[in-house]
């Protein structure tokens, strides 16, 4: 089973800060098969970013994916109030699917 | 537009079975698979199985034995099946589309979920 661990497991800003969160895999993970989900309290994940680095339909430009390999990550230029949630990374590089722990972003 | 909703139990005794109806609108259960994925505090997201668009199925190793996903394309209707549950099912349940061509393994759409407890 391909592990991923996400960090941190809880990070805070102040709108307009530059955020970055990271997915590790414990084995390589082709890049397009790697994405990320957003989860509001109280609501179902959606898909926020595909395949590394494309954004899901209505997600704003403000953020962004990239990595390869064993090494992912999730930035969001300048934060807003809306994007407090928790960030989920998932994976396919064989069964069973697999997911991350979760970045939960607070916003200050 | 795509739509997944769910209809279950919410409460379900120690050893008995958990039975989810998925149905679909928006889309074809014939050209889309639905997943299956639970979420517990404990062990955050967890992928659980998936019907493929051509009726075949595969599942997670950790609950092959006690789980069974099927569907009935006329209905748009998927159902979702778990044997011997314990306390430690307790979560809530997702069925998700499979994404289109261009999200490879991703899940596009979800169901509102359905909150299950496992006690007597």
């Known amino acids: 089973e391909n592990v991923l661990t996400q960090s941190p497991a809880i990070m805070s800003a102040s709108p307009g800060e530059k955020v970055t969160m990271t997915c590790r895999a414990s084995?390589?993970?082709?890049?397009?098969?790697l994405h990320w989900y957003q989860q509001k309290s109280g609501a179902s994940p959606k898909l926020w970013i595909y395949?590394?680095?494309n954004l899901a339909s209505g997600v704003p430009a403000r953020f962004s994916g990239s990595g390869s390999g064993t090494s992912y990550s999730l930035t969001i230029s300048s934060v807003e109030a809306e994007d407090a949630a928790t960030y989920y990374c998932?994976?396919?590089?064989?069964?069973?699917?697999?997911f991350g722990g979760g970045t939960k972003l607070e916003i200050k | 537009q795509v739509q997944l909703k769910q209809s279950g139990p919410g409460l379900v005794q120690p050893s008995q079975s958990l039975s989810i109806t998925c149905t679909v609108s928006?889309?074809?259960?014939?050209?889309?698979?639905v997943h299956w994925v639970r979420q517990s505090p404990g062990k955050g997201l967890e992928w659980l199985g998936v019907?493929?668009?051509?009726?075949?199925?595969d599942y997670n190793a950790a609950f092959i034995s006690r789980l069974s996903i099927s569907k009935d394309n006329s209905k748009s209707q998927v159902f979702f099946k778990m044997n011997s549950l314990q306390a430690n099912d307790t979560a809530i349940y997702y069925c998700?589309?499979?994404?289109?061509?261009?999200?490879?393994?991703?899940?596009?759409?979800w169901g509102q979920g359905t909150s299950v407890t496992v006690s007597s």
């Open positions: 019907i493929w668009s051509g009726g075949s199925t």
């Open positions: 998932q994976q396919y590089s064989g069964y069973p699917y697999t």
């Open positions: 395949s590394t680095s």
């Open positions: 084995s390589s993970v082709s890049s397009s098969y």
């Open positions: 928006g889309f074809s259960l014939t050209s889309y698979g």
């Open positions: 998700a589309r499979k994404g289109g061509s261009s999200y490879l393994y991703a899940m596009d759409y």
